[in-house]
């Protein structure tokens, strides 16, 4: 906090007297805005995945989500926390962490920057649970403004990307199976990394000839054999590489940046807003999920901060419901590429909003994040 | 314009012909806005000075501007251009710049994005008329949604910085009589680097002791020299440093930001957001104005791209009416120094808004930019 903010928030400069924190009221807020509170309630619930998920060491079929709503004069926002177990945060932190927050302290969901400032201040990490109350908060504000977030960015929603669709690793036949039922989307992402990256990208272009994408997640060891394989795969019609090497090495990652004749985009090197300056130079563009970077506002920011750096931006998600992949979505003609299949992976969706049509991520004129409800569940 | 976008552009991909960019209609853009057409309005008009404005090579006791109106749908968005004489751009110009612009071709203002790019690449520089149109857009976007920007930016209006008033370089008992006059103001900015750096301070000192800035003006040529003027200005109570020497000399800046006891914010070192990412290192904040940076949407994602970049933001402006200076206002909560007297200095300002009271930006809750039209001229 600078001197000038300091004296503002003490009081010092206008001869009040300093109070503690928990009887500020909202009258220390504005004072002009309408007098209605802002509540919040929230609700766990299992996402049932279409096909068991299976990483190198686990499998699972469900992904625990919570999801939130503000009700605030007569308008529900909705958001949206996803935990994939590895990722460390449950429905009882999400929980934990919701019930800390006192979001009728504050007089208006426009005092959004304050309001997040203090939800960021709540607890380190928990990102996921901060993303559920942005999410709710942009819902609700752009149903009070009567517009869909695109809109309020002053984005084109013609100018949305093709969406990929992960094709996971498993024997020739189950994989080329998969990218025979995945034939409406226009880009295949290819998790490598495993040893067997050749025979995956072969499989594959024995089926389609459609462009691909890979995600090695730190799976290469060696800068020059990372090099040889990202030339190997550019004369196989790969469009970018994402993560290729571990995010700690740094010197090898600003040696392949400066040599690879393909993109390459950030995924495990960064989170949140302040992890961005530091991929210039050792990457071409960021993934830019809600769920690790707190939600829409801050990715938003981290757009931005991407396309100032002379960097480009792609859209990612975990296993989520329409909720989070709608609120992601109202972002993506900032974004190169989208990774916004997640809804699309679960069977029990209880929201519909964004659509893929022919590939590409399609946006609705509804206001907010522009979702639906089809199923009560907060 | 990458792969993608030059595919979806040109028509390649949806099986299109290729139309030449003339042929194109309001129809390319979104389908599904509300068909009313956007109409540009704009008037030259002369700001009267209060003061006879003295630089070192002129005087003058006017400040030509372009109001500029635009219509859309029952509302009307109000912006301006300033154009001192020494930044190059005129009347005449500026009516030439804004005769190309077609406000038709767009079926919405909430295409702002592609809006702004299309005026900016209507030409090079032009950036005073460029800002006239994004002002306008900005007004009318606020009036459409019927909220101040402040607001849509989700910023706290009691967020304000406290702005400066600036004494010009004149004899002692000019500056001493100019220093009681500005006694409503709490923070005081010097012009220094004349060579009558210390009479100057110690004049104002003898009446003042309110918290001065001080602006070098690329002023001083020798980097030992202005970092014990720094220190020499920090036990006399001034806060920050603006442009202390050429823009040009980055190692001498380097070192002095280094070594400097007080922040140093760069001013004829940028003009827009391409600039910022290189006064990092350089300097501790960035000046931001809207005639230099093209506008409201440039100006924000100025400031969050420097405080995003851990450095400070202060907001200048030109000898301009309420109309822009209003505008710049909207964005002050993310600033922590305003230089914002510039409608101020005339007698004859068209408009009424942003209000200074007791040295605070104090904002109002008028959609838009928050003006009123006190006298249409536009």
Redesign the interface.
Same mark, same amino acid.
């Given at each position: 906090m600078?001197r000038? =903010?300091f004296i503002?928030h003490s009081g010092i400069a206008s001869g009040m007297i300093l109070v503690p924190v928990s009887s500020l009221s909202s009258c220390d807020? =504005?004072k002009?805005q309408k007098p209605g509170k802002m509540s919040l309630r929230f609700a766990p619930f299992d996402l049932q995945l279409k096909h068991v998920f299976t990483l190198a060491n686990s499998s699972r079929s469900t992904t625990p989500v919570m999801l939130t709503a503000i009700d605030y004069e007569g308008h529900t926002g909705y958001g949206e926390a996803s935990m994939p177990p590895y990722l460390g945060e449950t429905q009882e932190s999400a929980a934990a962490f919701l019930s800390k927050l006192r979001l009728d302290r504050f007089a208006s969901p426009?005092?959004?920057? &304050?309001i997040l400032t203090e939800v960021d201040g709540i607890a380190e990490g928990n990102s996921a649970a901060k993303a559920s109350i942005d999410i709710a908060l942009h819902d609700l504000i752009g149903k009070l *403004?009567k517009?869909p977030w695109h809109? *309020?960015?002053?984005?084109? +929603? @013609? &100018?949305t +990307?093709?969406t990929s669709f992960t094709i996971g690793i498993d024997t020739p036949e189950v994989v080329r199976e998969k990218v025979k039922e995945a034939s409406p989307y226009k880009i295949l992402k290819v998790k490598m990394g495993r040893g067997n990256d050749t025979e995956m990208i072969e499989t594959i272009r024995s089926v389609s000839q459609v462009p691909l994408c890979v995600d090695i997640n730190q799976g290469w060891k060696d800068k020059q054999h990372a090099l040889d394989m990202i030339y190997w795969l550019k004369e196989r019609g790969i469009v970018f590489v994402e993560q290729p090497m571990a995010k700690e090495a740094i010197d090898d990652l600003a040696w392949l940046h400066d040599h690879s004749p393909l993109p390459i985009y950030a995924d495990e090197a960064l989170q949140r *807003?302040k992890d961005?300056?530091s991929t210039k130079g050792l990457y071409d563009g960021i993934n830019i999920k809600l769920m690790k970077c707190t939600g829409m506002?801050e990715a938003h =920011?981290m757009a931005? *901060?991407a396309i100032?750096?002379k960097m =480009?931006v792609m859209l990612g998600c975990m296993t989520e419901t329409s909720c989070a992949v709608s609120a992601a979505a109202q972002l993506s +003609?900032l974004s190169?590429f989208a990774d916004l299949d997640g809804n699309v992976l679960i069977s029990n969706d209880p929201y519909e909003g964004m659509l893929i049509r022919e590939g590409k991520v399609t946006l609705n @004129?509804s206001p907010g994040i522009g979702i639906n409800v089809k199923q009560k569940i907060v």
């Open positions: 600078n000038r =903010k503002r807020y =504005k002009t426009f005092l959004i920057e &304050d *403004l517009r809109q *309020l960015w002053g984005l084109n +929603p @013609d &100018d +990307p093709m *807003l961005v300056e506002r =920011k931005n *901060l100032s750096l =480009k +003609p190169e @004129d």
